[in-house]
């Protein structure tokens, strides 16, 4: 009976250790509200404005796959999440941070790829980040969470205890 109490005091404990993973699960939101958020956004003089969320990307006249990097990002922040909660209710999920790094580095290496599409036409193709805005900026703030989540995680979880020298 005693290990019985014993196993539910264990599997309940509240160390503030095990959700460190919210920091990743944090980031993973901002990519969410990326996605709702203006990605492009361009006035030529009085004439032309563009204004673009990442929803709105998808159905733009713009060829490349780069116009569908924002649901990517809002995909992966969703893996991430999932990740991240496996992380703390599962025991023995040691390689949970490594998946939920490459998941952050992979939203930077997306967010870069976004940044060095051109558009216009042929002789007046512009980078778009030039015309980038808050959720172009919010992506790379995803990535950057999500990777800074993923260090802590590693150094609580590899961190040696401190033994004392007091003597009774």
């Known amino acids: 009976m005693k290990e ?12 503030y250790l095990r959700y460190v993973p919210v920091i990743c699960i ?19 003089g009085f004439d032309w404005s563009v204004d673009l ?19 990517i990002v809002a995909a992966l922040s969703g893996v991430t999440i999932v990740v991240a909660i496996l992380n703390m209710t599962v025991r023995r999920f040691w390689f949970g941070p490594f998946v939920a790094l490459v998941l952050g580095i992979a939203i930077m290496i997306l ?17 778009i980040v030039h015309f980038a805005d808050i959720g172009f900026w919010l992506s790379y703030v995803t990535g950057g969470v999500i990777i800074l989540g993923v260090a802590l995680q590693y ?9 004392t020298n007091k003597k009774a």
């Open 4 to 15: 019985v109490i014993y196993q539910i005091e264990d599997s309940v404990s509240m160390s």
């Open 26 to 44: 944090a980031g993973a939101l901002i990519g969410f509200f990326a996605l709702t958020q203006l990605w492009v956004h361009h006035v030529d």
């Open 53 to 71: 969320t990442g929803i709105d990307l998808m159905n733009s006249p713009w060829d490349g796959f780069q116009a569908n990097i924002p649901v």
């Open 111 to 127: 967010t870069s790829l976004f940044s060095m599409w051109t558009i216009g036409p042929a002789g007046e193709t512009e980078r």
């Open 155 to 163: 150094s609580v979880m590899f961190r040696k205890p401190v033994k």
